[in-house]
């Protein structure tokens, strides 16, 4: 194990459904991520939350809402999915400089097991 | 903007053969390299990552890959497959945003199969 966990593992929901995924890590991080990986498209960086500040929003639609209430843990909050928003979401972190603009992070990043999402 | 290439969907390999699982990169400045590796219903286990240094870069499994600047390649490899390597394999470059943190840009993926 990794030391991130994600929760539901998997998730059916309609279109019109509110629905919450929950990432947490036990590494003692300070940067989290949010990535789509689904069948037709390489792996896509959604979201990446830096000392729990959101320092880039890779144009993901609206209807994909992050949330990071402390280091420690992410969500990422879902309302009137379309069916092409079904994938799996994989959520990582690591330990990254403190001071913004110190340079290119090098660190490694650390990935949950991923939550499989169904949108009917 | 930074890209990966990986342009084998799938590669092929006899137990007990050599390895090799290619990667070339577009980036401007300095790469920062990652292979990761996923079984089936799983998410990416790290492998290794060359920032720096020596360009054999060595990894956990038994994995290395060797950085080639003048080709941009950061080709993965090992000595003696195992069928246990069986699953698919991504490369990845880190960008720098100015944020403090930076997402990784991934390549397509290459499905490793390593056949008895």
């Known amino acids: 194990e990794t030391g991130v966990t994600q929760t539901p593992r998997h998730l059916v929901m309609g279109m019109t459904n509110k629905k919450s995924l929950k990432c947490e890590q036990h590494l003692g991080h300070n940067a989290m991520y949010w990535y789509k990986q689904s069948a037709k498209k390489p792996l896509e960086l959604m979201f990446v939350?830096?000392?729990?500040?959101?320092?880039e929003n890779n144009s993901v639609p609206s209807r994909f809402s992050p949330e990071c209430p402390n280091s420690s843990h992410l969500f990422l909050h879902l309302h009137t999915l379309q069916p092409e928003d079904s994938a799996l979401y994989l959520c990582?972190?690591?330990?990254?400089?403190?001071?913004?603009?110190?340079?290119?992070?090098?660190?490694?990043?650390?990935f949950g097991p991923g939550t499989r999402l169904t949108v009917l | 903007a930074q890209s990966v290439a990986q342009p084998e969907d799938q590669v092929n390999v006899a137990e007990g053969n050599p390895l090799t699982v290619k990667c070339t990169y577009s980036v401007s400045g300095n790469p920062y390299l990652f292979w990761y590796v996923q079984y089936p219903n799983r998410g990416l286990q790290f492998l290794l990552k060359y920032i720096t240094g020596d360009n054999l870069v060595k990894g956990s499994y038994g994995f290395e890959a060797e950085f080639n600047k003048s080709q941009t390649s950061f080709h993965l490899k090992k000595p003696s497959a195992l069928v246990s390597d069986s699953a698919l394999y991504f490369c990845?470059?880190?960008?720098?945003?100015?944020?403090?943190?930076?997402?990784?840009?991934f390549g397509k993926g290459t499905h490793l199969i390593i056949q008895p």
């Open positions: 990845a470059v880190r960008a720098f945003s100015g944020g403090g943190a930076d997402g990784l840009t």
């Open positions: 939350y830096s000392l729990e500040e959101r320092v």
């Open positions: 990582a972190s690591s330990q990254e400089p403190e001071l913004a603009g110190a340079g290119p992070s090098t660190d490694t990043q650390y």
